[in-house]
C-alpha cells in the first residue's frame, strides 16, 4: 500500500516535470525563429562596428540600411510612437513620417555603433514566448570588462517573418521614450513641427559624422 | 563610442497633469525650469571643467578614482541591503567593501569584482520602494537632476553613509567631493552627448528614462512579467488626451492601439 501509494506520487511527479520539459522545448521551438531574427541583426551590428573606421558613417548607414529594414518592423514601431494621433494624420503625412523616422533609426544606429571595443560581443541569454504569441528575445553585450547593458528584444510576426516591434535596454523601451516625446510634440506643436524637428536630427546627425 | 544608444537609456532617461506619455508630472512647468536650468549650468560650467579633467587626467587614473569614490559611498549599498532583508546580498557588499578597503588599497583598486563579489544598486529610494512607499511626483533638483519625491532621503541618506563624511578633516574632504562631482560628471559624458544629439524633448526623454531605469532597479533588474506583456508600452501608459489637434484633418479619437491584427499577422496558409 504504502510502495503503491508512493509509485503513484513518482508518476504523477514524473508526469508534471515531462509536461514542463515538452512545454519549454515547444516554447523553445517557437521562439527559435525570432531568436535567429536576433541574431542575425546582432551579427551584421557587430561587423558594422568592428569596421566601423574603414566603412565611415556613410559606409555603415549602407550596410545597417538592409538589415534594420527586415529586422525591424518600421511602419508599426512608428505608428505607435504617435499614438492616436496616427488617425488623424493624412495618406501623405504618414508616409513622410515613415520616411523619416526610417532614416532616423537607421541614422541613429549607425551614429551611435561606430566603433569596437576588444572582446565585445552579443549573447542571446534566453527566449520566451507572452500569451499573445509574441516573443521576448534577452540578449547582453559584454566586453572584456563583463557585461555592459541588457537587451531585451520584443519581436512579432508581420508577413511571415518575426520583426522587432521594441527595444528595452537596461529596463528602459525605446518605443515608449520615442511615443512619449513625439504624442507630447504633437498635442503642444503638431505634426508639421514635429516632422521638422525629426528632419533636423537626421541632418545633425549625417552632418556630425560627414567626416566620419 | 559603441553600444553606446544602448547605454545611454539607462544613465539618463505636454504640459500639465498626466501628459500624453503617460506619466504623472504634476510639478512639470517647476521641473522643466529647473531641467533647463540644469542644462545650462552643465553646459557653461560642468562641461568645460570635465573636459578640463579628462584632459589631464589619464584613463586610468579616473579609472581608479571612480573605484574609489564607489568603494567609500559603498556602505550605502550595505545598509540598503539589510533594511530590505537581503541578508545574503548585505553579507557579500559586506565582503566586497573590505576586501577592496584592504587589498583594493582604500578601493582605487577592485579586487572583490575580481574575486566575484559583484557590485550592487541599492539606495534609500529603492528600498523605500520596496517597503510599498508610493512614488510621489517626478522632480528635477537644481545641481542634482531628476528624482522622485521618494527618493529625495536617498541625497541626505548617501551623505551620511558616505566613509568621507565620517573623515572630520575639511582640508581632505572637500576636495575629494569635488573631484568626486566632476569624475562623476565626466563619466556621465556620453550619456549627456546622447540625449543633446538624439532627444527631440530632452526633458521628456531624460523623465521617462528615468523613471523606468529606477522601476527596472526597484524589480532587481528584472523585467516583471506585468511589464513583459506590457513591453509595447509600459504599465501605467494610457491613452494620450490630445489637446487642441493641429493636424489636418481633426483628430478622430481615441484608438489606443493600431489593429495588430491587421498590421502584423500573416495571412494564415490554407490547410
Redesign the interface.
Known amino acids: 500500500m504504502e510502495w503503491s501509494r508512493k509509485a503513484g506520487w513518482t508518476v504523477v511527479l514524473a508526469g508534471m516535470l515531462a509536461m514542463v520539459s515538452i512545454g519549454i522545448a515547444v516554447a523553445q521551438t517557437q521562439a527559435a525563429p525570432a531568436v535567429t531574427v536576433i541574431t542575425k541583426f546582432q551579427g551584421t551590428l557587430l561587423s558594422v562596428?568592428k569596421n566601423?573606421k574603414t566603412l565611415g558613417f556613410p559606409g555603415r548607414y549602407r550596410e545597417l540600411t538592409p538589415a534594420v529594414r527586415k529586422s525591424h518592423?518600421l511602419?508599426?514601431i512608428a505608428?505607435?510612437t504617435l499614438?492616436?494621433?496616427?488617425?488623424?494624420?493624412?495618406a501623405a503625412?504618414r508616409a513622410q513620417f515613415q520616411k523619416t523616422f526610417t532614416r532616423l533609426t537607421i541614422a541613429?544606429?549607425a551614429?551611435?555603433?561606430?566603433?569596437?571595443?576588444a572582446g565585445?560581443a552579443f549573447h542571446v541569454t534566453g527566449s520566451?514566448v507572452?500569451?499573445n504569441g509574441d516573443v521576448?528575445v534577452a540578449t547582453e553585450?559584454v566586453s572584456a570588462k563583463g557585461r555592459?547593458?541588457?537587451?531585451?528584444y520584443?519581436l512579432?510576426?508581420?508577413?511571415?517573418?518575426w520583426?522587432i516591434?521594441?527595444i528595452?535596454?537596461?529596463?528602459?523601451?525605446?518605443?515608449?521614450?520615442k511615443?512619449?516625446?513625439?504624442?507630447?510634440?504633437?498635442?503642444?506643436?503638431?505634426?508639421?513641427v514635429?516632422l521638422k524637428?525629426?528632419r533636423a536630427?537626421v541632418a545633425?546627425?549625417m552632418a556630425?559624422h560627414k567626416a566620419a | 563610442?559603441?553600444?553606446?544608444?544602448?547605454?545611454v537609456?539607462?544613465g539618463c532617461?505636454?504640459?500639465t497633469g498626466r501628459?500624453?506619455?503617460?506619466?504623472d508630472d504634476p510639478l512639470e512647468p517647476m521641473n522643466r525650469a529647473f531641467y533647463h536650468f540644469n542644462s545650462e549650468a552643465d553646459r557653461w560650467v560642468m562641461t568645460p571643467v570635465s573636459n578640463a579633467y579628462v584632459a589631464v587626467t589619464p584613463k586610468p587614473v579616473r579609472g581608479s578614482l571612480t573605484n574609489f569614490f564607489d568603494n567609500v559611498s559603498y556602505p550605502n549599498v550595505i545598509v540598503n541591503d539589510f533594511l530590505q532583508g537581503r541578508v545574503v546580498q548585505g553579507a557579500s557588499d559586506i565582503g566586497r567593501f573590505v576586501v577592496n578597503s584592504t587589498l583594493g588599497m582604500l578601493g582605487f583598486f577592485d579586487v572583490a569584482g575580481r574575486l566575484g563579489l559583484k557590485a550592487h544598486t541599492e539606495d534609500a529610494g529603492l528600498t523605500l520602494a520596496r517597503w510599498g512607499v508610493p512614488r510621489g511626483p517626478y522632480l528635477v533638483l537644481p545641481f542634482v537632476g531628476p528624482d522622485t519625491l521618494r527618493n529625495t532621503p536617498s541625497i541626505a541618506f548617501s551623505i551620511f553613509t558616505n566613509v568621507l563624511y565620517y573623515v572630520g578633516n575639511a582640508a581632505v574632504t572637500v576636495p575629494l567631493s569635488i573631484i568626486s562631482v566632476i569624475n562623476t560628471r565626466a563619466n556621465a559624458t556620453n550619456e549627456i552627448e546622447?540625449v543633446r544629439?538624439?532627444?527631440?524633448?530632452p526633458y521628456?526623454?531624460t523623465r521617462?528614462?528615468y523613471l523606468?531605469?529606477r522601476?527596472?532597479?526597484i524589480?532587481g533588474?528584472h523585467?516583471g512579467l506585468n511589464s513583459?506583456?506590457q513591453?509595447?508600452?509600459?504599465p501605467g501608459?494610457p491613452?494620450?488626451t490630445?489637446?487642441k489637434?493641429?493636424?489636418?484633418?481633426?483628430?478622430?479619437?481615441?484608438?489606443?492601439?493600431?489593429k495588430?491584427a491587421a498590421?502584423?499577422?500573416?495571412p494564415v496558409p490554407a490547410a
Do not use: C
Open positions: 562596428m566601423a518592423n511602419a508599426f505608428e505607435v499614438g492616436p494621433y496616427w488617425t488623424g494624420l493624412t503625412q541613429t544606429y551614429a551611435e555603433f561606430d566603433g569596437y571595443a565585445q520566451r507572452l500569451g521576448i553585450l555592459q547593458a541588457r537587451l531585451d520584443l512579432a510576426p508581420s508577413h511571415g517573418n520583426q516591434v521594441n528595452v535596454a537596461n529596463g528602459v523601451s525605446d518605443l515608449a521614450l511615443r512619449a516625446q513625439y504624442t507630447a510634440i504633437m498635442r503642444a506643436q503638431g505634426f508639421p514635429l524637428k525629426l536630427k545633425r546627425l556630425l | 563610442m559603441a553600444g553606446l544608444m544602448i547605454l537609456l539607462s532617461a505636454t504640459m501628459p500624453a506619455g503617460g506619466v546622447y544629439r538624439n532627444a527631440v524633448d521628456i526623454f521617462d528614462a523606468q531605469h522601476n527596472y532597479l524589480h533588474k523585467l513583459v506583456e513591453l509595447m508600452l509600459p501608459t491613452v494620450p490630445p489637446g489637434p493641429r493636424v489636418d484633418p481633426p483628430l478622430k479619437l481615441p484608438r489606443p492601439w493600431p495588430r498590421i502584423r499577422r500573416p
